[in-house]
């Protein structure tokens, strides 16, 4: 089962600009993090944000997370051809362990 | 870092027989690993919790004698799709993680195909 949903579903942008993806969530959470996808490819993990943070930055990647709206954004700045990707949030809920449910994803494309 | 391989990377079958995808942790004891089933340009989708040692907890409609996982050690388990029909046609991935309440490593994921 899916945790929640990601908007916009599809994003193209000019190289350069910034990409913002957004998550909502539905159950509370030890962390959320946030994957890429390749085409035909598996999973990268690019950030986790643990349930008592807000903020998280890595390199171009600004991931915002807010508990009170479950919900998340991911921020890639200055964006390049090579970052065309799915990009996924997922949960770990609070339950225990690492069962991890994900998103249905933005799939970001940037145009050179 | 941590890897996960996963094979094989395609395979095309028969309808009827059976297909056997194995996941291994290269580097790290997984005592956990997730099975997830993906299709085109859709998200994953959790199947099971493959667990060492134990049985698998199968997610809600996800028949467990259709979708056979066998985690026989610390660092391989398998997934066996029985009797695979043209539906089960799908891209199936493997997960595991290192400690609880941190990051998945994926293998490269399994392109099935049932003719």
């Known amino acids: 089962s899916q945790q929640g949903e990601e908007d916009p579903q599809a994003l193209s942008i000019q190289e350069g600009e910034n990409a913002t993806m957004n998550c909502s969530y539905k159950t509370s959470i030890n962390n959320l993090q946030w994957y890429r996808q390749n085409s035909g490819r598996g999973l990268v993990h690019l950030i986790l944000?643990?349930?008592?943070?807000r903020e998280k930055h890595s390199g171009r990647l600004r991931v915002t997370l807010d508990t009170s709206k479950k919900s998340s954004s991911l921020l890639i700045t200055a964006s390049r051809a090579a970052d065309t990707a799915s990009y996924f949030c997922?949960?770990?809920?609070?339950?225990?362990?690492?069962?991890?449910?994900f998103g249905a994803g933005t799939r970001l494309f940037v145009k050179a | 870092g941590a890897v996960v391989s996963q094979h094989p990377s395609r395979v095309i079958c028969k309808s009827g027989t059976s297909v056997k995808i194995e996941c291994r942790s290269l580097d790290f004891q997984a005592t956990t690993m997730f099975w997830y089933r993906q299709f085109p340009k859709q998200s994953l989708m959790l199947m099971a919790t493959s667990n060492e040692g134990s049985k698998a907890t199968y997610e809600q409609g996800v028949e467990k004698d259709k979708f056979l996982i066998n985690h026989a050690s610390l660092t391989l388990s398998t997934l066996t799709v029985t009797s695979a029909h043209p539906e089960d046609s799908s891209f199936y991935i493997c997960s595991a993680a290192e400690v609880s309440n941190s990051p998945l490593h994926f293998g490269n994921g399994t392109r099935l195909t049932v003719t």
């Open positions: 997922a949960t770990q809920p609070y339950t225990g362990g690492f069962k991890t449910i």
């Open positions: 944000i643990r349930s008592n943070e």
